[in-house]
């Protein structure tokens, strides 16, 4: 079964810092895997995704992630962050490569940026 | 701009009662999955819809949840009888299946579920 683990919670970060948001996923076949960004009462939205090919995948609002197969992560980064990008981050993996495609996400990782 | 839409936002029911929640995926998608969001379990995945054919609730509770999705523009959740450990945001997602490959899921911006 597909698992993902978000290691922190909350990362507190200050304005233009470099950050880098962990998620690690366990499966057994080949998998799809994403980064969700959540912001104050809105729903989930799309970041980026790693579906095949080149291992780091760019994304939206200058995020990016690099897939590491040996090491099972898909660690989310961005070189400089803005305070509009504080919001909760969840990791997602998906399993299969058509029909029913489950999606299961981790627990999610509030990112503070500190003006 | 085509987005999903739920209603209604917020909701402050008392326990025992019926509560419902709708859904409009975005036109033309083809699968609905409704998911709880708390604050202990993160996401879960309650139910899975494709050609308004419920494909996985699994992960619904089945005393008292039910889904449907009466025609392509409408799903709805509904809860009875309701309880204070129903209190959550539910959120709807709606895509596009080609029955292989990746598809894409849009979320809706949730409904506040509240059980006194």
């Known amino acids: 079964a597909q698992s993902v683990t978000q290691l922190d919670s909350q990362v507190p970060v200050f304005e233009e810092a470099p950050v880098e948001l962990r998620c690690n996923y366990s499966?057994?076949?080949?998998?799809?895997l994403f980064w969700y960004v959540q912001y104050p009462n809105q729903g989930l939205q799309l970041l980026l995704k790693y579906l095949s090919g080149s291992t780091l995948v760019k994304g939206i609002n200058g995020f990016e992630a690099e897939f590491n197969k040996s090491q099972t992560s898909f660690h989310l980064r961005k070189p400089s962050v803005h305070i509009s990008d504080t919001a909760e981050y969840f990791c997602a993996v998906t399993e299969g490569s058509g029909g029913y495609q489950k999606v299961t996400f981790g627990i999610g990782t509030k990112l503070q940026v500190i003006p | 701009d085509a987005r999903v839409t739920q209603t209604p936002r917020h909701k402050v029911t008392e326990m025992g009662q019926e509560v419902t929640m709708r859904c409009q995926p975005i036109?033309?998608?083809?699968?609905v999955f409704w998911y709880r969001q708390t604050m202990m379990q993160g996401l879960e995945l309650l139910a899975y819809?494709?050609?308004?054919?419920?494909?996985?609730d699994s992960g619904m509770p089945k005393d008292r949840f039910s889904a449907e999705m009466p025609d392509a523009t409408l799903a709805t959740l509904k809860i009875q009888p309701s309880e204070p450990r129903d209190s959550a945001v539910y959120f709807c997602a709606s895509g596009r299946s080609s029955g292989r490959g990746y598809n894409e899921q849009f979320f809706g911006p949730g409904t506040r579920l509240t059980v006194l």
């Open positions: 036109l033309g998608h083809n699968t």
């Open positions: 819809f494709r050609n308004r054919a419920p494909l996985d």
């Open positions: 499966s057994s076949v080949s998998v799809y």
